[in-house]
């Protein structure tokens, strides 16, 4: 678990492993958002004890707002209940999210409330805080994947994620592996500045300089 | 495809007890049995628990002509534990362990979720779909069932007369099945037609929560902040 609880963004990483794109898009994000002045609360999601959501509903009845189970998923709840903006880093699975990212999302369920309400033409769950935050997703694919099935079901799964979480401001790049330096640099400060980290351009300016040299 | 002669139900949902999801699984696997199918059972929460169940679920992969993975909705998409299980067999499946049956093999899903619209449901069907064509299988079909809330957990024959819809739906892809087909059209619609009208069902289920929590006397904490 990391040190910094109470970031504004919650970075969550669920890489498999140390594949070499989805590491220079981490770094991307971290440069970007520090560079923007954001606090970042940077959390490896690989090997951290987080119980499966049981499904249990729990959280609903018994421990409103909280997950029954006390390990590292209460303290993704929270950490995301206190952050302005949440980013994930993943690689793209099946046009989803990788096991070790929907680990922690899962509990994602007691920021809800219980009850059903018909919004845009489809139930919803009403949110129990009136605080929202901006979602920023990043995938990885293979090589020439980018507009492959699995991409666009990634960009679907994503829209769909914001009909729930009511991001004010959201966006989804797809970053294929063997992506240079300079190029996934530009891709993710490209996608900071849609969710309006500020700084950005000049994190742009800086990372160029230093990836060129 | 072929038809099968052994079948998996491999349970996506993590719930410890009974699951709408185990419940919509067994009736289908039960009517394959009843054509001749032999089958078995395992949940994908026990099975990456350890070295040995993980053998045991590479087994029974290798064992399977026809998957069959059942799974509830979880945000928009599969519970961890059925991503990860997917991960697995994809894995091995691009290293070439249990190779011998790929291509013979069939995967056909059905996904749950307490929304009484099937739209929820659709993102989560093409990524199970995207895994079959990556991990070798032939994509048999999909079964969606909304409002899965009214069966709760409870055993499909139980509730026959409320879920009949989902019980023809899951006869009708049995028979295909069987015979080596997918699931029929048919039984697409009549499964992801809602028990009961859309209206009712979010009323009975807000009607549902709110009793439990006055039965508990909680009425007033159901709304609480802890991390405001």
Request: glycine share 10%.
């Given at each position: 678990?990391?040190?910094?609880?109470?970031?504004?963004?919650?970075?969550?990483?669920?890489r498999?492993?140390?594949?070499?794109?989805?590491?220079?898009?981490?770094?991307?994000?971290?440069?970007?958002?520090?560079?923007?002045?954001?606090?970042?609360?940077?959390?490896?999601?690989?090997?951290?004890?987080?119980?499966?959501?049981?499904?249990?509903?729990?959280?609903?009845?018994?421990?409103?707002?909280?997950?029954?189970?006390?390990d590292?998923?209460?303290?993704?709840?929270?950490?995301?209940?206190?952050?302005?903006?949440?980013?994930?880093?993943?690689?793209?699975?099946?046009?989803?999210?990788?096991?070790?990212?929907?680990?922690?999302?899962d509990?994602?369920?007691?920021?809800?409330l219980?009850?059903?309400?018909?919004?845009?033409?489809?139930?919803?769950?009403?949110?129990?805080?009136?605080?929202?935050?901006?979602?920023?997703?990043?995938g990885?694919?293979?090589?020439?994947?980018?507009?492959?099935?699995?991409?666009?079901?990634?960009?679907?799964?994503?829209?769909?994620?914001?009909?729930?979480?009511?991001?004010?401001?959201?966006?989804?790049?797809?970053?294929?592996?063997?992506?240079?330096?300079?190029?996934?640099?530009?891709?993710?400060?490209?996608?900071?500045?849609?969710?309006?980290?500020?700084?950005?351009?000049?994190?742009?300016?800086?990372?160029?300089?230093?990836?060129?040299? | 495809?072929?038809?099968?002669?052994?079948?998996?139900?491999?349970?996506g949902?993590?719930?410890?007890?009974?699951?709408?999801?185990?419940?919509?699984?067994?009736?289908?696997?039960?009517?394959?049995?009843?054509?001749?199918?032999?089958?078995?059972?395992?949940?994908?929460?026990?099975?990456?628990?350890?070295?040995?169940?993980?053998?045991?679920?590479?087994?029974?992969?290798a064992?399977a002509?026809?998957?069959?993975?059942?799974?509830?909705?979880?945000?928009?998409?599969?519970?961890?534990?059925?991503?990860?299980?997917?991960?697995?067999?994809?894995?091995?499946?691009?290293?070439?362990?249990?190779?011998?049956?790929?291509?013979?093999?069939?995967?056909?899903?059905?996904?749950?979720?307490?929304?009484p619209?099937?739209?929820?449901?659709?993102?989560?069907?093409?990524?199970?779909?995207?895994?079959?064509?990556?991990?070798?299988?032939?994509?048999?079909?999909?079964?969606?069932?909304?409002?899965?809330?009214?069966?709760?957990g409870?055993?499909?024959?139980?509730?026959?007369?409320?879920?009949?819809?989902?019980?023809?739906?899951?006869?009708?892809?049995?028979?295909?099945?069987a015979?080596?087909?997918?699931?029929?059209?048919?039984?697409?619609?009549?499964?992801?037609?809602?028990?009961?009208?859309?209206?009712?069902?979010?009323?009975?289920?807000?009607?549902?929560?709110?009793?439990?929590?006055?039965?508990?006397?909680?009425?007033?904490?159901?709304?609480?902040?802890?991390?405001?």
């Amino acid at each position: 678990m990391n040190a910094n609880p109470t970031g504004a963004v919650l970075l969550l990483d669920g890489r498999l492993d140390d594949e070499p794109t989805a590491a220079l898009a981490h770094e991307a994000l971290i440069d970007g958002l520090t560079a923007g002045g954001w606090a970042v609360d940077d959390w490896r999601l690989q090997g951290d004890k987080i119980a499966w959501c049981a499904g249990c509903f729990k959280c609903w009845t018994q421990t409103p707002g909280v997950c029954a189970h006390n390990d590292d998923g209460r303290a993704f709840t929270e950490r995301w209940v206190k952050s302005d903006l949440v980013v994930f880093l993943t690689p793209v699975t099946f046009g989803g999210y990788s096991s070790e990212l929907k680990k922690a999302l899962d509990h994602v369920i007691p920021i809800l409330l219980p009850f059903m309400q018909k919004r845009r033409g489809e139930t919803r769950h009403p949110q129990r805080y009136e605080s929202r935050r901006d979602l920023l997703v990043v995938g990885t694919v293979p090589a020439g994947r980018s507009e492959s099935a699995e991409a666009q079901t990634f960009k679907r799964l994503v829209q769909r994620n914001t009909l729930n979480m009511q991001p004010p401001r959201w966006t989804v790049g797809v970053l294929e592996e063997g992506t240079g330096a300079w190029e996934v640099r530009v891709a993710v400060n490209g996608l900071l500045a849609e969710v309006g980290v500020d700084g950005v351009l000049a994190a742009d300016g800086a990372g160029r300089e230093k990836v060129v040299a | 495809m072929k038809a099968p002669k052994q079948a998996l139900l491999l349970v996506g949902s993590p719930k410890p007890g009974e699951s709408t999801s185990e419940s919509l699984g067994a009736y289908l696997l039960d009517e394959l049995e009843k054509r001749g199918v032999k089958s078995q059972t395992l949940h994908v929460a026990k099975a990456v628990r350890s070295d040995e169940s993980v053998a045991e679920l590479r087994a029974a992969v290798a064992a399977a002509d026809l998957v069959v993975f059942s799974f509830p909705l979880y945000v928009d998409s599969l519970p961890a534990p059925a991503i990860r299980v997917l991960e697995l067999i994809a894995a091995d499946h691009a290293a070439g362990v249990g190779a011998d049956g790929a291509g013979d093999r069939a995967f056909v899903t059905i996904c749950q979720s307490g929304f009484p619209e099937v739209d929820h449901n659709e993102v989560a069907m093409e990524i199970c779909r995207n895994f079959a064509r990556a991990a070798g299988f032939e994509w048999a079909g999909g079964l969606i069932l909304p409002a899965g809330g009214m069966l709760g957990g409870q055993p499909l024959a139980k509730m026959k007369g409320m879920m009949r819809t989902a019980v023809k739906a899951l006869d009708l892809s049995a028979e295909a099945l069987a015979a080596g087909q997918p699931v029929p059209d048919e039984a697409i619609r009549l499964m992801a037609k809602p028990p009961i009208p859309k209206f009712g069902y979010r009323f009975m289920a807000n009607w549902g929560w709110r009793s439990q929590f006055k039965k508990r006397g909680q009425a007033e904490s159901l709304k609480v902040q802890p991390y405001a």
